[in-house]
C-alpha cells in the first residue's frame, strides 16, 4: 500500500530532532558557528567521495541534506544534485544559499522512502551523511537509499559507532568539554555499530566496499580519514 506524502513524512521522522536543527537553521553557512564541524570535515567527506566516484557528471542525491553544505560542494564538482529533507527551515536557508552563490542544486521538502517510490533506480551515487543517528528507523532510510541507486550506483553513510569511546568524544568531549556542538546534539543510544550498519547494507541488496573512520585531535584541532572506526565512520557500498 502506497502512503501519501504527509503520512510518508511522518513515517521515519523524529520530531525533536527536526525542532533541534530547525532552531539553528539561521546559522548553517556561518563556519564559526555550531556547524563549524560540518564545514570543517565537508572537504574530507567530499574527495572520499569524489575519489571513488568521480563526481563531474553524475546524478547525486544528498539525503538529509540540511543547509546544504555538501549538496554544493557535490554540485561544484559538477554532479547533478538534488538534496532532499524533511527541515523546511534548513531546505530554505539552502534555497537561498545557492541563489547567493549560482550553485545548481535541486532542493525537495521530501523523504528518503517518498522519493525512492516516486524515482526508484534514479542515481548514480547517493549521499546519506550524519542522518541515520538521528531517525526512529534507520534501516529503513538504507534501504530506501538502495532503492534510488541505478545498478552499479555507490552510496555513502556516515554516522557515529557505539562504544565508550564514542560516547566520550562525541557526547562528552565534544558537546560538553569542548562545545563544538549544542548539548542534546546525539543521544547515544541512537548510535550505529558498523557491523549493524553493515548488516542493513546487505540485507538492502548492497554490496559493503570499505569503512573509512574519521578522527578529531583537539589540539591541532584537525580532522582525517584513517582505519580508526571507533568514533565516526563512512561506509560505501555498491549496488
Known amino acids: 500500500m502506497e502512503l501519501s506524502q504527509t503520512e510518508s513524512k511522518k513515517e521515519n521522522v523524529d520530531a525533536a530532532e527536526l525542532q533541534k536543527f530547525a532552531t539553528l537553521a539561521h546559522r548553517w553557512w556561518d563556519a564559526n558557528s555550531e556547524f563549524k564541524p560540518l564545514h570543517e570535515i565537508n572537504p574530507l567527506r ?10 563531474k557528471g553524475k546524478r547525486v542525491l544528498d539525503v538529509g541534506c540540511g543547509g546544504g553544505i555538501l549538496s554544493e560542494s557535490m554540485s561544484i564538482k559538477g554532479a547533478d544534485v538534488t538534496g532532499i529533507d524533511l527541515g523546511e527551515k534548513a531546505l530554505n ?10 550553485a545548481r542544486v535541486n532542493y525537495q521538502l521530501i523523504s528518503v522512502e517518498e522519493l525512492a517510490q516516486q524515482q526508484p533506480e534514479s542515481f548514480d551515487v547517493v549521499a546519506c551523511m550524519e542522518m541515520l543517528e538521528h531517525v526512529p528507523d534507520p534501516a529503513a532510510i538504507v534501504a530506501a537509499c538502495a532503492r534510488l541507486l541505478k545498478p552499479g550506483g555507490q552510496v555513502f553513510f556516515s554516522t557515529i559507532n557505539r562504544n565508550p569511546k564514542a560516547y566520550l568524544f562525541a557526547v562528552i568531549g565534544a558537546e560538553y568539554v569542548l562545545n563544538m556542538l549544542p548539548r542534546g546534539t546525539h543521544e547515544y543510544e541512537k548510535f550505529i555499530k558498523p557491523s549493524e550498519l553493515s548488516s542493513w547494507v546487505r540485507h538492502a541488496d548492497l554490496s ?4 573509512k573512520g574519521m578522527s578529531y585531535n583537539p589540539l591541532t584541532k584537525r580532522y582525517w580519514l584513517g582505519t580508526d572506526v571507533s568514533v565516526n565512520y563512512i561506509l560505501h557500498a555498491t549496488k
Open 46 to 55: 567530499l574527495n572520499f567521495i569524489n575519489e571513488i566516484v568521480a563526481l
Open 208 to 211: 559493503v566496499e570499505t569503512f
Open 93 to 102: 536557508v539552502a534555497k537561498l544559499h545557492a541563489l547567493e552563490t549560482g
